[in-house]
């Protein structure tokens, strides 16, 4: 079966540096989607990994290691307004680009 | 504007009664999916179309739902005799192939009462 976990919630400091872990067990992976959702709003894209490694975009970066399964986005300089849910979400080639998520980590940004 | 729309927005009916939504997506895009999602939870795929065609659908829509996108451009979901377990935002995103990113739209909240 198609199986996504991630933390359920995180709190962290603002200016802090936070680490949002993603472990996965799909068929037909192509790749790793990370989205930011704020509370009654649609998802949007942060980021898009098919090959390892890092790619780095601003505050944001994330890591993708396709032979462990896992994945994780590196939040840095917290700001309050990163305060959101941030959903994983495999790519799946062979069943038409369908995305299956995580249930989302709600994330928690203290002054 | 030039993203995904959703209409509409917020949607409260009674049990029984039937509900259609409509998506349009980004203009050039082919694809088109259709997305459920609950409190706390994350997105849960529905149904999705390559221009017209409908390619597959979840074992989640029941007989009672059902989607179309008629000449490949928005798409509309009908949810028929709903129930209260209906109850969810139903969000529509679009991409250019299956290999691409997926935007979102604002989706529709539906509450069954």
């Known amino acids: 079966g198609q199986n996504i976990d991630q933390p359920t919630e995180m709190t962290a400091t603002e200016g802090a540096i936070v680490q949002i872990n993603c472990t996965y067990q799909t068929s037909g992976f192509n790749g790793l989607f990370w989205y930011q959702q704020h509370a009654g709003e649609a998802p949007t894209f942060l980021s898009y990994n098919v090959l390892d490694g890092l790619e780095e975009k601003g505050r944001f970066s994330s890591f993708l290691s396709r032979s462990k399964g896992y994945s994780y986005l590196l939040l840095k300089e917290l700001q309050m307004k990163d305060s959101a849910s941030y959903l994983c979400a495999a790519l799946l080639y062979n069943q038409g680009g369908k995305l299956i998520f995580g249930q989302g980590t709600e994330l928690s940004v203290k002054p | 504007d030039t993203g995904v729309s959703q209409d509409p927005r917020h949607k409260i009916t009674k049990r029984g009664q039937n509900v259609t939504f409509r998506c349009d997506p980004i203009s050039e895009h082919n694809r088109l999916y259709w997305y459920r999602q609950t409190l706390g939870q994350g997105p849960e795929f529905l149904t999705y179309?390559?221009?017209?065609?409908?390619?597959?659908k979840s074992r989640l829509l029941s007989d009672r739902f059902s989607a179309e996108r008629p000449k490949g451009s928005f798409s509309t979901l009908e949810i028929q005799r709903t129930e209260q377990g209906d109850s969810a935002m139903y969000l529509c995103a679009s991409s250019l192939d299956s290999y691409n990113e997926q935007f979102f739209g604002p989706g529709t909240r539906l509450t069954v009462l």
């Open positions: 179309f390559q221009n017209e065609a409908q390619l597959e």
